[in-house]
């Protein structure tokens, strides 16, 4: 049991990492319209679309990858808390 909630943490921890590459790459046009920009869209897209709904954007600045990366910490919190019961 414990193997399943290391791998459930480890895979919110490396979908974090995807999130921060897409927000960093939102800076960069021509590498978001890349091969790699579009794959880590492909992987992003499905789970910030929900926060963009909710979070409106204010001007330019979309501020809905923050509120999902928070989301994200607190699952991997709560796996981790949960994971000491078991």
């Not at 794959?39 to 809905?64: A, H, K, N, T, W």
């Not at 928070?70 to 019961?85: H, Q, T, V, W």
């Amino acid at each position: 049991m414990d193997l399943l909630f290391y791998i459930l943490y480890k895979l919110i921890s490396y979908y974090r990492i995807v999130i921060v590459i897409h927000i960093i790459l939102s800076w960069f046009p021509q590498i978001r319209q890349s091969g790699f920009g579009r794959l880590i869209g492909r992987i992003s897209e499905p789970y910030l679309e929900p926060f963009r709904r909710i979070v409106p954007s204010i001007g330019m600045f979309d501020f809905s990858p923050i509120i999902a990366l928070f989301a994200l910490e607190f699952a991997g919190i709560g796996i981790l808390n949960i994971s000491r019961f078991f």
